[in-house]
C-alpha cells in the first residue's frame, strides 16, 4: 500500500520544524545575552529549584545586612553620646571640687553656678538625643516622645516620660541584639554610691566635715530611714542609731563611736532582720545628725541640680559643703556607670560587625555554588549556537526548493 502525504502535510511539517530551530536559536541567544545557563524551569529542573533557594536566602542575607547597617548607625550615635555624656561629667565634676575650697569668692561661686547651668543644660541635651530619622535614642519603644523633661517645680526635678523597653534587631535567623538603651538604665536609675542609703545633710554642725563612705543594709527588702546622731558622753563620742528621725524616731543603739570600725548593727536585737554598717570619715562634730533615707539609685540629672541648689552656699556651710562632697560622690558613680554602658554599646557593635562579616562570606558561598549552576559556558554555548544556526540555515534553503517543487515542472 503506498501512502500519500498531502503537499498542505508537507508544508506544515517543514514550518513547525524550522519554527523549532528557530526557537531554539533565540534561547541560545537568550542565554548568551544574560550569561545563565538556567533561564526556566525547564533548562534543568534540579537546578532551577536550588537556584531558587539560593536567592530566598541571598534575600534573607540583605535584610539582615540591612538592619545591621541601621542597628550599627543607631549604637554609633548612642556610643557617641555616651562619650558626650562622660566629658560632660568630667568637667562638672572638676567645677564642683573647685567650688568646695574655701578659698573661692561669693562672685565665684556665683559664676560657676552659671557654669553648671550650662552643664546641665548640655546633658539633658544629650539625654534628649535623636538620631537621623528623629526618634529619641533613650525613649525606649516610645522612640517619638521626648524622653527627659523638667517638672515644671522650684528646683526643677527630672521626670522620664519614655519607657523601659529596649528596641532590638533581628540580625540573623537565631539572633537578636539590642540596639537601644533606655533612658531609665543611663540616667535614672544609676547605682547609688553609698550603697543602699542616700545621706540627708540638713542636720550638720558649724565647721562639719562628715562624709559619709558607705550605707548598707543586708536585708534588701527593709523600707525603714535610719539616722545617726553623735552626741557626747563624758569627754567620749558616742553615735546613736534610730531608726526613723532621732525626735520621733526608736533608738536603736547608743555606743562609742570608732572611726575605724564605724557603725555596725544587727537589726534581730530589734526585732527586725538584717545589718546594717554605715561609715564615715572627714572630721564629726558632736550634735552632727545625718538622715540615710532607702534608695539603691539615683538620677544624674537631679545631682547636677543639686550642685546648682548649692553653689551660692557659703564656703563656711557644712550642709552646702557636704551636700556638693554628695555630688561629687554622684558623678563618680555616675562616669562609672556610663563607662559600663558604653562598653554594652561597644560589645554590641562587636556583634554586629562579626555578623556583618559572617553574612558575607555566606553570600559569597552563595554566590559561589549559584554560578556553578546558573552561569553559561560561553564556550560550549557559542558552538551549540553556532551548529544551531547552521542547521536553521539547511532547514530554511530545503523549505525554500521544497516550495519550488511542483508537477508543471515536468510537464
Same mark, same amino acid.
Given at each position: 500500500m503506498i501512502n500519500r502525504v498531502s503537499t498542505a502535510s508537507q508544508y506544515q511539517s517543514l514550518t513547525s520544524n524550522l519554527m523549532r530551530k528557530q526557537g531554539e536559536l533565540n534561547t541560545s541567544n537568550e542565554h548568551l545575552a544574560t550569561g545563565r545557563r538556567v533561564l526556566t524551569a525547564g533548562d534543568d529542573p534540579v537546578s532551577s529549584v536550588m537556584i531558587q533557594n539560593y536567592r530566598q536566602e541571598q534575600t534573607l542575607i540583605t535584610q539582615y545586612q540591612d538592619a545591621i547597617t541601621l542597628a550599627t548607625n543607631r549604637m554609633n550615635v548612642t556610643e557617641s553620646t555616651l562619650t558626650g555624656v562622660e566629658n560632660n561629667l568630667d568637667v562638672t565634676k572638676q567645677k564642683v571640687i573647685r567650688m568646695i575650697n574655701g578659698a573661692m569668692a561669693a562672685e565665684d561661686r556665683s559664676a560657676f553656678k552659671d557654669e553648671l547651668q550650662s552643664l546641665y543644660d548640655e546633658l539633658l541635651g544629650l539625654a534628649n538625643t535623636q538620631d537621623e530619622s528623629g526618634n529619641y535614642i533613650f525613649a525606649g519603644t516610645q522612640s517619638a516622645t521626648k524622653p527627659f523633661m523638667q517638672n515644671g517645680q522650684t528646683p526643677p526635678t527630672i521626670v522620664y516620660q519614655g519607657d523601659d523597653q529596649a528596641r532590638h534587631s533581628q540580625i540573623d535567623k537565631n539572633l537578636e541584639v539590642k540596639t537601644s538603651l533606655t533612658g531609665n538604665d543611663v540616667f535614672m536609675a544609676i547605682p547609688n554610691p553609698y550603697g543602699d542609703y542616700r545621706p540627708d545633710f540638713s542636720n550638720l554642725q558649724p565647721d562639719?566635715?562628715?562624709? *559619709?563612705?558607705?550605707?548598707?543594709?543586708?536585708?534588701?527588702?527593709?523600707?525603714?530611714?535610719? &539616722?545617726? %546622731?553623735? *552626741? @557626747?558622753? =563624758? $569627754? *567620749?563620742?558616742?553615735?546613736?542609731?534610730? #531608726?526613723?528621725?532621732?525626735?520621733?524616731?526608736? /533608738?536603736?543603739?547608743?555606743?562609742?563611736?570608732?572611726?575605724?570600725?564605724?557603725? &555596725?548593727?544587727? /537589726?534581730?536585737? =530589734?526585732?527586725? =532582720?538584717?545589718?546594717?554598717?554605715? #561609715? !564615715?570619715? $572627714?572630721?564629726? %562634730? /558632736? $550634735? @552632727? &545628725? *545625718?538622715?540615710?533615707?532607702?534608695? %539603691?539609685? !539615683?538620677?544624674?540629672?537631679? &545631682?547636677? #541640680?543639686?550642685?546648682?541648689?548649692? =553653689?551660692?552656699?557659703p564656703t563656711s556651710s557644712a550642709e552646702g559643703n557636704a551636700n556638693l562632697q554628695r555630688v561629687i560622690d554622684d558623678l563618680n558613680g555616675a562616669f562609672i556607670h556610663m563607662n559600663q554602658q558604653r562598653s554594652q554599646v561597644g560589645s554590641v557593635l562587636q556583634t554586629l560587625d562579626r555578623q556583618g562579616e559572617q553574612h558575607k562570606d555566606f553570600e559569597l558561598t552563595l554566590n559561589k555554588a549559584q554560578s556553578g549552576l546558573e552561569d553559561l559556558d560561553y564556550s560550549k554555548a557559542i558552538i551549540d549556537m553556532n551548529e544551531q544556526s547552521m542547521a536553521l540555515q539547511a532547514s530554511q534553503a530545503a523549505f525554500n526548493k521544497t516550495k519550488e517543487l511542483t508537477l508543471f515542472n515536468y510537464l
Open positions: 562639719s566635715q562628715l562624709h *559619709v563612705l558607705t550605707a548598707t543594709n543586708s536585708n534588701p527588702n527593709d523600707s525603714n530611714n535610719y &539616722s545617726v %546622731k553623735f *552626741v @557626747d558622753n =563624758a $569627754g *567620749v563620742m558616742e553615735y546613736q542609731l534610730y #531608726q526613723g528621725d532621732p525626735t520621733t524616731g526608736v /533608738l536603736l543603739e547608743q555606743n562609742t563611736y570608732e572611726p575605724e570600725v564605724g557603725i &555596725s548593727f544587727d /537589726l534581730a536585737a =530589734a526585732g527586725g =532582720a538584717g545589718t546594717l554598717d554605715f #561609715q !564615715f570619715d $572627714g572630721e564629726i %562634730k /558632736l $550634735g @552632727d &545628725s *545625718v538622715a540615710l533615707n532607702p534608695s %539603691k539609685t !539615683f538620677n544624674v540629672l537631679d &545631682s547636677l #541640680q543639686d550642685a546648682i541648689n548649692n =553653689a551660692e552656699q
